[in-house]
């Protein structure tokens, strides 16, 4: 795991990148000492988003298979409610 402060991310952007991004290793960014953000390669975060959507779906499908949802009424009824329609 890479730790780097992101006052160091300007200077260093083409290095870090090259270096790490390929690996699929994140790059995490602190400020003041504290986890700020992180940098990841588009493969690898669009690999994580086709991940979390399939497992969304396969939760939903569980969901269906158990019982655990609602009508197109009710679904209407609890937007309605939620927006003060």
Known sequence: MIVVPSSELRNRYTELTDEYLPTGEPIYLTKNGH?????????EYERLSREDTVNKIRTG??????GRVKSIDEAEQYIRKELGL
């Open 61 to 66: 499908i569980q969901a269906a298979k158990e």
């Open 35 to 43: 986890g700020h953000a992180v940098l990841l390669s588009i493969e």
